[in-house]
């Protein structure tokens, strides 16, 4: 497992070079105002389009369990891919222009983008899910260095043409269509026999991992409804960094998770693995925080430039907020696995919506003080059950049953 976490790591950093090179170039070219709708329209894009961890945990989790007819499955999952993929583009076209007043941007061409690149990720995650399931780690990561490469060149060429936010949206769909055809090539198994697997076991897996991505750009998707464009865009700039490191945690959960399935029904392998993901995660929380006080502001404004510093006193804050809502995805992908206490995930992604729709944020500080204590209260509750259910499942609660009515 050290082996595939290096890879993935090495990948990550790369991938995030090149992100961040992309936000880098873009954010420069479009100015605050531009860059705070470009990142409206990217979390959307990404919140509603980014199923890796919907369906691709889904999928990967059947696919482990069915090594043996593996290839026959695979090709089952590209049909529910695609069927799915043009059901959300369907989805897209028809609600673009609800979507354009709701979130406030300014061209309803922007949602037809997106909508086109919710049909190919939905594709490529098969292919990825495949790739993850039979550990081939180093072809999953070169694949995703090989997209941010591809988006950052798109997008150089089309904001330089002249296309501005529509040319910075259009270079994922240029990114992820390069790297499906290039993924389809190498996995092979596009013809043969179908093995069809149980939806019902797939779309409730699904149902599991889908609060995963829906959590991560929650933040990012309002703030053009509840900030001025200005303020959007310095906001949206701290969160770029910040997601950096929600990703490297959730890239490194990607390693941990199939350990989870393969381990489901092995408590003290379980617990194992999954205490050592969440010291991991907090060692790269300390690394973060550490590398932010220590050379962060030279980074941020040579990413951003001067226009955006006002916005750099936020991130060692925004980092602190944000890291309950990765330990309660932690529990996510644990939950995700042993395919319980599916209300409770989705109770914390309805509360953590609804707050956004509903308070009245004053300023940025209010915003990500309401990030950082409905994640922590949904964190405490993960644990609390997740340590009710291993003592129950051992006996421990029967146990503790018995001696409570005893001392009466």
Known sequence: MLKNLSFVSLAFIYANLTGFAFHF???RHLGT????????????MLTFGNFINLFANACVRELVKHRESIHAVLRYMRHVGMFLGLACLLAGFTLSAF?????????????????????????????????QSTESFKLLSISSAFEQTLRLIAAIVLIYAGFGVFGAV??????????????LVLNGHLFGELRAVPLRNLFKASLFTSPVSLFIYADDLFIRRIFEPSTAGLYASVSVIGKAFVWLVMTL???????????RHNTYLLKK????????????????????LIFGKKVFVLLFSNKFLPAFSLLPVYILCIMPLILALAFVFLLTALSRNLLLIYLHIFTYYAGFLILPFEDVNAYMLYIFLVNSSFALL???????????????????????????
């Open 273 to 292: 693995l999954f205490l050592k993901s969440c010291l991991l995660i907090i060692l790269l929380f300390l690394l973060a925080e550490f590398s932010v």
């Open 99 to 131: 979507l354009k007043s709701f979130l406030r941007v300014s061209d309803i061409h922007y949602i037809w983008v997106i909508s086109s690149v919710w049909l190919v990720q939905f594709l490529v995650i098969i292919e990825r899910a495949y790739l």
């Open 253 to 263: 959960m990607g390693v941990f998770f199939p350990e989870f399935v393969k381990h």
């Open 382 to 408: 993960y644990a609390f059950f997740t340590l009710f259910q291993a003592a129950r499942d051992s006996g421990l609660s029967k146990l503790l049953i018995s001696w409570l009515q005893g001392r009466r």
């Open 170 to 183: 259009f270079s994922s769909f240029v990114g992820l269509f390069t790297v499906l055809v290039s993924l």
């Open 33 to 44: 105002a531009g860059y705070g709708e470009f990142m409206v329209l990217y979390s959307l």
């Open 25 to 27: 170039f873009v954010s």
